[in-house]
């Protein structure tokens, strides 16, 4: 199974909104409502912001959002914070024997 | 709180055996399937084994297949990961991931680091 496919960086002042996207196949992304997505700070384990492509768990803030067309999915954060700055992994549940793919991994820098 | 703690990383020369361990606490761990997930130094991200709660059903990436056997003990609360054969390429920071509903991984430990090197 390859790899999703992301963007190595991004960036964004505070206060803009940066999308990220997440680029796979039918056998995965475009099969399955199963796509998450991970922030990762330097140091520290990946935690999870988006699941089920759009939902958000209990305390991560509203300015996350996650959607999905096709075979690519998306990731959005609004209204930019210096926390934000992080390394972003999209995930997505790929069937067959019960495995997932994950993405390569993209660095978001505020400017 | 959920607490889920690695150890056993280390270094190991290749060909060499190594087990991890994840030790679980603050929740009912013998309810929860759960996973082994990697990642390469400078690198994503890399699943790599589960293993249900129920009946030890294990599935692993083909990148370990044959290699890696993933176990659980439900008394001890524990995690483990035993690894052969290992190769330049299985150095990594492992971590233990609890399975959610939803196929998507809720909590992880905080990693230790294998390094395979002669």
């Known amino acids: 199974q390859s790899a999703l496919t992301q963007p190595r960086s991004v960036s964004g002042s505070p206060g803009q909104s940066v999308t990220i996207s997440c680029a796979g196949s039918?056998?995965?992304?475009?099969?399955?409502?199963?796509v998450s997505w991970y922030q990762q700070h330097p140091g520290q384990a990946p935690k999870l912001i988006i699941y089920?492509?759009?939902n958000r768990p209990s305390g991560v803030p509203a300015r996350f959002s996650g959607s999905k067309s096709g075979n690519t999915a998306s990731l959005t954060i609004s209204g930019l914070q210096a926390e934000d700055e992080a390394d972003y992994f999209c995930?997505?549940?790929?069937?067959?024997?019960?495995?997932?793919?994950f993405g390569g991994g993209t660095k978001l820098t505020v400017l | 709180q959920v607490q889920l703690v690695e150890s056993g990383g280390g270094f190991v020369k290749p060909g060499g055996s190594l087990r991890l361990s994840c030790e679980a606490s603050?929740?009912?761990?013998?309810?929860?399937?759960m996973n082994w997930i990697r990642q390469a130094p400078g690198k994503g991200l890399e699943w790599i084994s589960y293993?249900?709660?129920?009946?030890?059903?294990?599935y692993y990436a083909d990148s370990v297949k044959g290699r890696f056997t993933i176990s659980r003990d439900n008394v001890k609360n524990s995690l483990y990961l035993q690894m052969t054969s290992l190769r330049a390429d299985d150095t990594a920071t492992y971590y233990c991931?609890?399975?959610?509903?939803?196929?998507?991984?809720?909590?992880w430990g905080q990693g230790t680091l294998l390094t395979v090197s002669s």
């Open positions: 995930c997505s549940y790929a069937g067959t024997s019960l495995n997932w793919v």
């Open positions: 293993i249900s709660s129920s009946d030890g059903t294990t």
């Open positions: 089920n492509v759009r």
């Open positions: 603050g929740f009912s761990f013998s309810d929860y399937n």
């Open positions: 991931a609890i399975l959610g509903d939803g196929y998507k991984f809720d909590n």
């Open positions: 039918s056998s995965d992304v475009g099969g399955y409502y199963y």
